[in-house]
């Protein structure tokens, strides 16, 4: 039997594994710039968590989500998003109680959902996010978006646009539930059953349904900002100036409501009309959520965060990137003791902190070569029995194409000395 991996997951080899990892450091240097700090949460949570957090009316939930049941026949889930556990563990672990009441934190890792795959849409996927806790600012607010925008330009994504709109507080979206009830009541039994539900559990999320969303009583649908408390429309307001402040475009959509439960006051998207991903793809999200911690048990905590999906920016970052750093030396060892020897030296260089490598396949210089080509050596390392008798290496500078032989003692001060100076290989 020949065995697959399951649809909407991919392998990830070691022939694009450098580009991950170039993305992932342009994170990491981002991240260190915003002084936002690590946090890893576990892969699988208690069911329970996403239900409550991300609302069990959303699609994420009622339809996508991978669940198990454990051997002792607990509730499981893989997480399908990354705000909620993290909420769990800012709960768990108390870090209200830290000395800086802002907490920063940032993840990446693999999410599941169960979606109908596509490009740039994965069942198993991995998203970068980063949340704020514990101040409640439009100053905050603008940080995130601040940051998610900094990421997109630094891939070099052309052609995005910066969404946002408000959702309000408590007191704005109970007025704004009230008025959608009001609005599609008329055609309430025009709507699939998924809306029907929604109806009367939370008729905001009829926004987002996939069947009805050509429905005409969509488009004429009332808009949170004209449902805002004084409070949340000043908070939108000083969001909007701020913006302005820095020069960062933005459009307000009044129909962006986001697809999960847990937000209030802004929400943003990161739409990118680039031809590689798809004119209008949605390359990342997030917004505000001042009542998640609150409602997993916490004391009354604000947040804010958002997330990208790392395979966008993968197809964002395009092709035309470095390859990884070559190697310092690649050991190209004729017989058997000439092996024995190369093994010595390859050791005693990795000790040194050069990378290396060495022919464990017992070619002829021809194969050999090819490796040390494949692999961007900075030196072939020759090792033939006449060597061996000599205690000495032949060196080539496959740069230079210079060839000279080196006692085995000076080998490290012979590659240090011969060096080009903008090589670091420390
Ligand atoms: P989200 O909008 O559900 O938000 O997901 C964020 C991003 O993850 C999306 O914009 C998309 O790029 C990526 N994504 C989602 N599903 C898939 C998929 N099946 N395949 C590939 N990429 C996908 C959240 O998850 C929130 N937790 C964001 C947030 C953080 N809000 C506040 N803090």
Redesign the pocket.
Known sequence: MAYKAPR?TVDILPAQSGKWQELEQLLRTICANYNVKGIRTPIFEHTELFNRAVGDTTD?VSK?MYTFEDRKGRSMTLR?????GIARAYVENKLYGMPEKLQKVYYMGP?F?Y?R?QN????Q???F???MLGVESPYVDVECMLMAVTVVKALGLKNIQLHINTLGDQESRDAYREALQNHFQPVLNELCHDCQVRYEKNPLRILDCKVDKNHPMMKTAPKTIDYLTDNAKAHFEKVCALLDDLEIDYVVDPNLV???D??SHTVF??ISDDPKLGAG?????????NGLVEELGGPQTP??????????LMIALGDDHEDEEGLDVYIMPLGSEAKDLAMQIMTMLRANGFTCDMDQCDRGLKGQFKSADRFHAHFSMIIGDEEVQKEVVNMKCNHTKEQVEVPLENIVEFIENHYEGDHDHE
């Open positions: 909407g994420v996508e399908p998003e990354g705000t909620a999410m959902r979606e795959p740039g849409r994965q069942r996927f991995h998203q996010g980063v949340e986001r697809g999960l847990y937000y998207e990161i793809s949605t390359v990342g999200g997030g917004g505000r959520y947040g804010v965060g958002f997330a990208f999906g790392m395979e966008r």
